[in-house]
T-cell receptor, first 113, second 113 residues
Framework: GNSVTQMEGPVTLSEEAFLTINCTYT??????LFWYVQYPGEGLQLLLK?????DKGSNKGFEATYRKETTSFHLEKGSVQVSDSAVYFC????????????FGTGTRLTVIP | DGGITQSPKYLFRKEGQNVTLSCEQN?????MYWYRQDPGQGLRLIYY???????QKGDIAEGYSVSREKKESFPLTVTSAQKNPTAFYLC????????????FGQGTRLTVV
């Protein structure tokens, strides 16, 4: 079946530190992969996506590469800011099944000045 | 502007009452979803619908009901049978074809008083 496993948090970093949040997946078909961000009291917003193997999604300094050989989609940012403090969700979409959206459990990131 | 709208943002319910959360989208998406999020937790799927007049139970459907009479609307009723309804509820929509991302509403925070 389909599933997403995400690095547990919380993660606390100092401003300008390097960020990695690990995400691995299991899928029966050929999924697209996503990272969503959730700010306090709000819904989820799409941060970046990749639709096939070796694609790199990027947005706002965040990057993630679709690695089929390791079934991974790790989120990285070279220099985090206080405004990046949020909860980050890894997700996959696979249209081969009836329910085609699967989310990780979320990782809370706090960036301190 | 296209988007997905949830209302109300905050909702208070007395014990034993049913309440209905609204979710409307003008993105022409076929698929719609309801998730529940508890403090510090990830998303849990309540119900989803891939097409009008059809919906499926998710992982935690007990105590909830939905309808999908129109493509743009997917209301969720929290019934008195739901023993612990206080939570943050998120509605999402996506295209049914292709591995595309989901779009989320801003959420409804339900509190039992």
């Amino acid at each position: 079946g389909n599933s997403v496993t995400q690095m547990e948090g919380p993660v606390t970093l100092s401003e300008e530190a390097f960020l990695t949040i690990n995400c691995t997946y299991t899928a029966t078909g050929y999924p697209s992969l996503f990272w969503y961000v959730q700010y306090p009291g709000e819904g989820l917003q799409l941060l970046l996506k990749a639709t096939k193997a070796d694609d790199k999604g990027s947005n706002k300094g965040f990057e993630a590469t679709y690695r089929k050989e390791t079934t991974s989609f790790h989120l990285e940012k070279g220099s985090v800011q206080v405004s990046d403090s949020a909860v980050y969700f890894c997700a996959l979409s696979d249209r081969t099944g009836a329910n085609n959206l699967f989310f990780g459990t979320g990782t809370r990131l706090t960036v301190i000045p | 502007d296209g988007g997905i709208t949830q209302s109300p943002k905050y909702l208070f319910r007395k014990e034993g009452q049913n309440v209905t959360l609204s979710c409307e989208q003008n993105l022409n998406h076929d698929a719609m979803y309801w998730y529940r999020q508890d403090p510090g937790q990830g998303l849990r799927l309540i119900y989803y619908s891939q097409i009008v007049n059809d919906f499926q139970k998710g992982d935690i459907a007990e105590g909830y009901s939905v309808s999908r009479e129109k493509k743009e609307s997917f209301p969720l009723t929290v019934t008195s049978a739901q023993k612990n309804p206080t939570a943050f509820y998120l509605c999402a929509s996506s295209l049914r074809q292709g591995n595309t991302e989901a779009f989320f509403g801003q959420g409804t925070r339900l509190t039992v008083v």
